[in-house]
């Protein structure tokens, strides 16, 4: 599946078309093209996708929104290869709105999907991508006229989607006041970061590891400490580091490793660093680097073997002027505009801010208040991630547990993202258009939020999914990097771990009604059809013995253990009864004195409880006594009862015992 979705549509209140782009370079191995599914909310008109090569368009699919939701076959086969643009528009409208409409999941809100199925190769087979963004927005310039016509859907066919049932005969301003249903707040998530567990790089283990990123080619950048370590020994009380007589690491810092094999592509870095931290690579491909012992920053070229090209800050001198930084923590350059972001960092609590080729220009933030964290106060601002199209600048305010994000041109502070599931600590945050994604910190004794990642829809800050590696665990995630088609990677310093997680679609099991009629939609998982259990047949006695325990362990969905018991008892009593009274009339007809009559009654209680062979059997009992003729006897049969005995003796053990399963076959 590769779904093409917008982020951060706005859709002006009575503005009439609002067009909503959508584009991505197709930077893998050939896809062929052979259905779609078109998806809005109410306020969508028209739907349509599109191959771009070499500047001629070629549709995917053109679907009006409104109708009841499928995957349509495409009318001529679109193959889809290296340099290829996919390119879609959503046409919507702002009539009848009283406020701005952004994408989102609720019956006020909108949404802008492009579903595409393919298939491809199987050696290069990739289950599921996605593109978020606009990344050739003057490629729409000459997007085919159709793309912008709206199609006519008759009243009687019109999708009544989950998110919002609106009927033509409400008013539609009203309809915006009445308090959303249950069905209306679960959010249309349509995917789920998994961890990508065919990926060997959880097993690199390169020590401690400080930072990712990604390069323009999009391999994995690692950052790690080789043999070194920060500890409690590491720098004194004014933050000047300790141990400078081990010298910089004898080892390569930087490793370029291949996002699907692992394999080490580059390694640079040797005799560099001393406590290395905070990584990120500009459009540009250079590396920016900061060293903590060191208080410094480094902008490295991967491809020179002549040093650094520019260095921030004095060697293994702490301090909180111009010119001097306090244990550094992470860069985040413009793309635009070449500006340098420096978060400075443990010891001072400021962003401070160059020109592109290293001029001091400004700096904002001050340590946090005792009262509570104010805008623009830090505690270890610690993460920096930039949203160009936005202006913006947000910062991992690391001790506070929120983010904080300003304009880069004014510094004005734009808003803070923070959640009771962070805990008190945000290590790294990373953003791709539309998704903030971030890491917490390792909960405090008794603090109960787990350490996680998460997926939050930037524009309102709202959490759309967390998520944890399911090969080792968590202990300090330290650094995140996400890439435009949702590949996340998270580095952590203590498990000396890198991960994968990887975008998988998760469509939630709920109800849509599609033109009157009810449809469900499963969770890619419960997809999968199980044979029926008529063509597996069970023993009559398994199954006896399975729906006996079934009772047995849920006493209160079928009929109570007591009334089965009580049941199976009174046969017996019954029975017991009978002979004892046959034996007291027989003991009167032949003058037995009392006292024969308790011993006899002893030594039938005491066949009943087991301690004679056979269990009790009315026929040989009788037959015992003298006088006593079996005919008219020998066709009555206790065993029924005994059976029945043996089921309520054995029953006080039932949850011991287990039925003898079939045999496994071997595995292949």
């Known amino acids: 599946m590769y779904l093409m979705m917008s982020v951060d549509t706005v859709i ?20 062929n093209v ?27 699919g053109r679907q009006s929104p409104q109708l009841p939701q499928a995957f349509y076959p495409v009318e001529h086969p679109v193959d889809v290869s290296f340099g290829d643009i996919l390119a879609a528009r959503c046409v919507f409208t702002g009539e009848g709105r009283t406020e701005a409409t952004h994408i989102g999941g609720t019956s006020s809100d909108e949404m802008c999907n492009l579903y595409i199925m393919y298939y491809m190769e199987a050696k290069h087979a990739v289950s599921f991508m996605t593109c978020t963004q606009n990344v050739a927005p003057d ?57 990508a567990l065919d990926w060997p790089g959880v097993y690199l283990l390169p020590s401690q590891v400080s930072g990712v990123a990604l390069d323009p080619n999009n391999n994995l950048v690692i950052f790690h400490r080789g043999d070194h370590v920060w500890d409690g020994n590491s720098f004194d009380s004014k933050f000047v580091y300790q141990q400078r007589g081990l ?7 930087i490793l370029v490793v291949d996002p699907n094999s692992a394999a080490i592509l580059q390694s640079s870095g040797k005799s560099l660093f001393y406590l290395p931290h905070g990584l990120s690579v500009d459009k540009d491909g250079n590396y920016w680097l900061t060293d903590v012992a060191l208080h410094q920053v480094f902008k490295l070229d991967p491809n020179s ?43 001072n609590s400021r962003i401070v801010q160059f020109s592109p080729n290293g001029n001091f220009l400004t700096q904002w933030g001050e ?29 991992a305010d690391r001790e506070n547990g929120r983010i904080q994000c300003f304009k880069t041109d004014t510094k004005e502070f734009v808003k803070e993202i923070k959640h009771a599931s962070f805990g008190r600590n945000v290590f790294a945050i990373s953003y791709i258009p539309g998704l903030l994604f971030a890491v917490n910190g390792k909960p405090y004794f008794g603090d ?11 524009s309102n800050g709202e959490i759309i999914d967390v998520f944890k590696p399911v090969r080792k665990h968590f202990d300090m995630p330290h650094d995140i990097v996400a890439s435009e088609d949702g590949t996340v990677y998270i580095g952590d310093v203590h498990t000396n771990t890198v991960w994968k997680f990887t975008l998988t679609e998760k469509i939630e099991h709920r109800s849509v009604k599609k033109a009157g009629i009810e449809v469900q939609e499963i969770k890619e998982a419960e997809a999968v059809v199980e044979p029926k259990m008529e063509n597996k047949p069970t023993s009559s006695e398994l199954q006896k013995m399975q729906e006996k325990q079934k009772l047995i362990k849920e006493p209160g969905s079928g009929v109570p253990v007591v009334l089965i018991t009580t049941l199976l008892v009174i046969p017996v009593v019954v029975l017991l009864a009978i002979a004892l009274f046959i034996r007291w009339k027989k003991s009167r007809a032949f003058g037995d004195s009392e006292h024969k009559l308790e011993t006899s009654s002893g030594r039938v209680l005491g066949r009943f409880r087991g301690k004679g062979s056979g269990g009790l059997n009315l026929g040989n009992f009788f037959a015992s006594h003298k006088g006593y003729s079996r005919k008219g006897f020998d066709r009555l049969s206790t065993e029924g ?11 006080e053990s039932e949850e011991e015992y287990s039925a003898p399963l079939p045999t496994q076959a071997p595995s292949s």
């Open 139 to 195: 490629t729409f310039r000459t997007i085919p006229p159709e793309a912008s016509i709206p199609i006519p859907v008759k009243s009687d066919v019109v999708m009544m989607h989950g998110h919002h049932k609106e009927t033509e005969n409400k008013d539609k301003t009203a309809l915006l006041q009445q308090p959303k249903r249950e069905e209306e707040e679960v959010l249309d998530q349509d995917f789920h970061v998994e961890e």
């Open 448 to 458: 109960q939020e787990p350490v996680q990642g998460f997926v939050m829809n930037f």
């Open 641 to 651: 009862s005994d059976q029945e005995k043996d089921e309520d003796d054995g029953s």
């Open 12 to 31: 002006p209140a009575g503005e009439k078309v609002v067009n909503s782009d959508i584009s991505c370079h197709y930077k893998t191995y050939p896809m």
């Open 247 to 253: 010298g910089p690491i004898e080892e390569d810092t």
């Open 305 to 347: 073997k002549e040093g650094p090209l520019l260095i921030l800050g004095r060697s293994m001198q702490p301090g909180s002027d111009q010119n001097h930084f306090c244990q550094p923590t992470d860069v985040a350059v413009d793309p635009d505009t070449g500006a340098i972001y420096v978060s400075d960092g443990y010891c």
């Open 367 to 395: 340590e946090s208040s005792r009262s509570g964290p104010k805008p623009g106060q830090f505690s270890v601002p610690h993460s920096l991630a930039l949203v160009p199209h936005l202006g913006q600048l947000c910062v």
């Open 34 to 60: 052979f259905a779609y599914r078109v998806h809005t909310h109410h306020l969508g008109k028209v739907v349509s996708g599109y191959r771009v090569r070499n500047g001629q368009w070629t549709m995917i």
